[in-house]
């Protein structure tokens, strides 16, 4: 025992006496000139790491240069590419977890996380010319080069150029590259499309932005959705998005409607300053402006020739035009059904890459976004992209039907199911009492009801306060187009029409289409048609959806283009004119005990911008005493009833 201890001190003597040394060095050192501890480049130590991140500046034809962040799965070789081109920060968005996982670098959120991660893919993301890390001048959605681009470049020749550096500098790819995004990315995507380089083998646009004026981001057919001028603001302000919208109101309705008008709201927040906002602001119209880089009319006339599977959200609360009408313009020359490919699924703007199982409080028994991912996204990007090519095994057009909640494989769009059925245009007629029917009146005499749009009380989109701020309002934002519509019901400049309760399921697939026959006292002004899914008065095991109203299908119609959205006119007063719009497109059954009913309305605030109900040759510009209540009369009885066009699916539907 005492050797032991002897054994002990022993020690302790030899480790003070090394502690003591060490601290004499120490104090030896200290009367040395300090030296900075940081070496002039640190390399990390990422040897056990199961990819390798590279950046890399890519050199364009005009000598710019752009930020290229790089992500390798290890040991891999002969790996498709699959590239995304972005203004929202390259290196932000997927490095941005510190870990030794790809799994946990490419995120969870990122819609081809199973690609890359299960599949092997090497994942690229770039910033677009100007933002972020990449040099240049930045101009939103940049158009091709023609007449509204005097340049030698453009969203095709950047993404030309980037797949060339790509496939010649990455040893371990097999020299195929495909490009997807959604949103703006969708849009980088679709200009890939354009004299497309030789290894781009496939595209996935989801939720693209197409045509500004007609139905994505900016305008909806002639109405400005005031939300613009904040994201021009934060996108344009800065290469890095640094400078932040301000507001003055917790409630946005109060804060736009202090402002007065959109082009108010402009100067209060100095958007002259950038490029953008006067572009939209001198073009209200469908003017050459709009027409000439509406991505649909662009691709029709240059032709696809690389596969596409475009993405398309029932409620896409951003862009739920686009993708739908580039379908129905680029489909016709795919007559082997070889090429373009549509997906429609029940999710919010790029809800996609994150939980499908709901939106609100709507739910869907399952993971929609999760199959589209894995049992869509993937077999296509395989197929056309992988040395091996699997099969494709999925039909063109993959839609979910809402309602009964399933999806269905389908030969083409609108299509209510694969074999068996086919669409009948079917009137829905406004009728006296707040009635909807398929049958037509027979009063001879036209009837009307009528109801006063006050600008200075517009109808609001949300129930007050609406604040679409931080993460909460982000959620509301995202989830607004499936909010209960029983608060606007209430109002009374807000028209209510609904048929009995359904006996039997009633489906339709494709676009409704508003055909109003209305007047006002004033000389212009907005129409809103919303078809609604009303719920039973109560539903058993989801209490809290008893009488729910949730939008199907709704869109708005600046009255000036009811005849010409290219030329407005002023509305000539008191005397009925046809408001012919399409409203967005479904794939919906309304269930037995359902209700369908149709709202219609004048403003929809503050998500578009008032009309002052006086025409004005350019209603960013108008000033207070120009907006002005009238009476707007609905008629809804005689030869010229309004009515909603639904595309009405008869005959078997096949589950899928």
Known sequence: MSNVVARSRALLLVAAACFFGLWTGLGAAASEPLRSETPQTFVPRTDSFDYVSREAMI??????????????????????ILLTRTPYGATDRIAKNNSAHLGTVIDSTDVADDAVVNGGYIRVMQDVRGKHGSEGDYVMTRPLQGPLNSTAVDHSTDTYDTIDWLVKNIPESNGKVGILGISYDGFTSLMALVHPHPALRAAVPINAMVDGWMGDDWFHKGAFRQDSLVYIHDQEATRGTTIKWWTDHYDDYDTWLAAGSAGEMARRHGLEQVGFAAKVMNHPAYDSFWQEQAMDKLLAKEGVTVPVMLVHSLWDQEDIYGNIALYKAIKPQDTDNSKIFLVLGPWFHHQERLDGSAVGAIRFGSDTSQYFRLHLLRPFLDHFLKDDAPPLNISVVNAFETGTNRWLALPAWPSGCAAGCAIERQHLYLQPGGNLSFTATKAAAPGFEAYVADPAKPVPYLPRPIHIGGDEGETIWQTWLVSDQRNAASRTDVLTFATPALKEPLKISGEPIANLIASTTGTDGDFVVKLIDAYPDEVG?????????????????????????????????????????????????????????????????PLYDRNPQTYVENIFLAKPADYKKATIKIFDSGPNASFVDLPVVSGAVTPH
């Open 59 to 80: 050199p364009m034809r005009d000598g710019v240069k752009l930020q290229t962040l790089i992500l390798i799965p290890h040991g891999a070789h002969r790996a498709p």
């Open 541 to 605: 095991r989801e209490p809290k959806m008893g009488g729910y109203e949730l939008m199907i299908s709704a869109d708005i119609l600046r009255g000036r283009y009811r005849d010409s959205f290219s030329s407005p006119k002023a509305i000539p007063a008191d005397k009925a004119q046809t408001f012919r719009f399409a409203l967005p497109t479904a794939n919906h059954v309304f269930l037995p005990g359902h209700r369908i009913m149709v709202q219609v309305q004048s403003s929809w605030f």
